[in-house]
């Protein structure tokens, strides 16, 4: 979902968080900014997933200050927090363009899930916009639903009940006796199954897809389950947490 308002005034780019619909408003000039933005954007995504608001905001351009205090920066902290657990680390970035301003995605690690921050750069280099998971998928609490109680099926070793949720390829490829062996490869790779801790949602091709963090005693797990178009399961894959 897109919460967003276009201005008549041209230089007036309004940015809505995806997951939280949080406001962030900037006037920027569109041009080209000089180097090391992804420097600055990592600096700013660890400094406000840290807590330092103010240093973070000091990335900010003058626009952006005005329309975003140190309050509004605060109270996002807190409901990412709420929702995706303590911060770890960034993972990765990368440069791309925003309705024509250079941007970079900064994908930080939470203990719950992964996270994306767009920042989106004004012509002097400073953070003149900001989008939390801008292309993530909206939450489907049904689809979670599925997601969970198929993986509770296969760690309960309930695989007839596994097979049936899946399309008819994966009931070929993964049989009760496959499936079986693919739970004890889990087991003598990640030790025992504790719980799971979050999902986050995404899509690939037709696909919907759902990605639990299951937590393991050796380390935290990615499991990510494929939904066709009738709500079948299409594809599975189990990796180690990024």
Sequence with gaps: MECRNRPKIPLLMKIITTVLCSIFAVTAAAATPPPALQSTARRFVRNF??????????????????????????????QIDRDYGVFLSVSETREKTEEGFRAVDVVARYEKAPATFRVVFDSEGRIGA??????????DPKLEEAARAFFDDFMGGRLDLV?????AKMRTDLPPATLARVAKQIAASYGEFQSVTGARFDAEGD????????IYDKTPVAVRVFFDSEGLVSGLKIEPAK
């Design 207 to 214: 696909s919907r897809i759902v990605e639990l963090l299951a």
């Design 163 to 167: 097979t049936k949720r899946f399309d």
């Design 130 to 139: 900001i989008k939390f998971n801008p292309d993530a998928p909206k939450p």
């Design 49 to 78: 997933a840290s807590g330092r608001i103010e240093e973070a905001s000091k990335e900010f351009d003058e626009g952006l200050k005005k329309e975003v205090p140190l309050s509004m920066l605060a109270e996002l902290k807190h």
